[in-house]
């Protein structure tokens, strides 16, 4: 093992954090679970699990609209989380975070509701080559409703945005930049403080799509000046089902709403309904609750950590698999970017990734094989898919050992 | 050291490395071009059928997938050569029902032959596409789809 990474692991007690962790202790086919498929979706801690058994055993009621105990207390434990969130990603009022079901529906409430207001024919929305299929197809779909029109940035070999065919791209006519945080298929990390800039001098809006972030590293979304930052909830150890987007409050104020009914209207009339203020015109329906609160918990046991150990251990993580997987014959790594998170994309000559993960499965190592919902970025490498091994802080350096070991009997067994 | 699992067996690695009648036919009766789109396995079956007897003189294939589906495809190839339409049919369903887990070449009468290697999918529902492909475009050539199948 590499110096560096003891020395991390004396400041970063793994075999600690595990323990917050049940599912970890399990074993597959006799074997002890290695779970990589981080960026799929994360494990919950004890403490989330048990945030969300007591609310519902003893908490439970609905938010916002009886004027009973339960629902006065759940109420206010709903919005701490909301400010939980805020404070997670640098937001500078609570009020500009709306929570959705996660990042597919956030883009999407964005796509539909920014689309509407601000998007019409002869414009144009930017998004890259390295995008979730999440923030590709809700923007083709506004394109075509509105007659606008879809540019994409390009990427280099190593899976990094061409940023000097991005300048070229914008004009007066892009509404919108739409780009990842990190990408789900090959971990690069994006400029996108620098890619806000640039957009904002052409007068476009930014929304960054932080599902792959939010759980590796701090973010500050006034620092970056993005107008739109989503995030999923259970890829950030909290329940499925829950997420949402940061937007600035000047767009909210003027976007219509995505979803119609309760809870998102100020009064009603059989002629006329007006709409509540943000966030409620954007949430209506009785909410995911239980879920919210098992995502403040989630928050606060991040915080706990830090998000900045959580990186800098990961770092060394990724640093360590990435030398491990580079040294095997027949193995190609694809997303080679400067910046990376957590994340290895790979090929083998001799197998292919649905193989791959069948036969690692058979170790009880858990990773992910096919194209990542995002078949633009595979077709830009010239693979129908890869396999992908994502990591999380409960990740240890002795399951990447684990994993070497096993794709080396994946390349014996196939040659 | 050997993984402990039925699927990935000699017979399957074999004709993954080395598939048969891996070519294209030119005097092909029937062809079809089938794909699984989720995993990106993509491949042409052609037929030669005997119209007088409704006997299959040949069956070769060309494309790209995971080994499961090449050593499936290229088994069935060399399985239906001198077999009639029907008894085509037949296995097709036998193998289809059997990569499913709904028939037991080990309990029930079958005509499967060596295509019993594939039962071990039964165990890998996510599998078992990889391994019907072959068979959906086998059945698309001879109902002559010309657009072509889809697992999906």
Known sequence: MPETLMADKAAFDVDKIRQDFPILSQTVRGKPLVYLDNAATTQKPHRVIERVRRFDAEEYGTVRRGAYRLCEHATQLFEEARQKVADLLGAGDKKEIVFTSGTTQAINLVAYSFGRRFVNAGDEIIISNIEHHANTVPWQVLCEERGARLKVIPVNDAGELILEEYEKLLSDKTRLVAVNHVSNALGTVNPIREITEKAHAAGARVLIDGAQSTPHMKIDVREIGCDFYTFSGHKMYAPSGIGGVFGKMELWQEMPPYVTGGDMIMTVTLEKTTYAPPPARFEAGTPAITQVIGLGEAIDYLNDIGMDNIARYEKSLLDYGTRLLSEIDGLRIIGTAHDKAALISFALDAAHPHDVVTLLDQDGIAVRGGHHCAQPTMARFGVPATSRASMAFYNKPEELDALAESIRKVIKLFS | ?152
């Not at chain 2, 490395?17 to 789109?37: I, L, S, W, Y």
């Not at chain 2, 036998?94 to 999918?121: C, Q, S, W, Y």
């Open chain 2, 1 to 152: 050291m050997s993984y402990d699992n039925e699927l990935y067996q000699q017979v399957i690695l074999d004709h993954n490395r080395k598939p048969r009648n891996f070519h294209e036919m030119d005097h092909a009766t029937h062809q079809c071009h089938g794909v699984n789109p989720l995993c990106g396995d993509d491949i042409t079956v052609y037929v030669d059928v005997d119209g007088a007897s409704q006997t299959i003189r040949g069956v070769s294939f060309t494309g790209s997938g995971c080994a499961i589906s090449k050593a499936s495809t290229s088994l069935m190839t060399d399985f239906l050569k001198g077999k009639t339409l029907e008894e085509a049919r037949v296995v097709f369903s036998e193998f289809h029902r059997m990569i499913l887990g709904e028939f037991d070449p080990a309990k029930e009468t079958n005509h499967l032959g060596k295509l019993k290697l594939f039962v071990g999918i039964r165990e890998y529902p996510s599998r078992t596409k990889c391994a019907s492909l072959a068979w959906h475009t086998l059945i698309g050539a001879l109902d002559k789809k010309t657009e072509g199948v889809s697992t999906e």
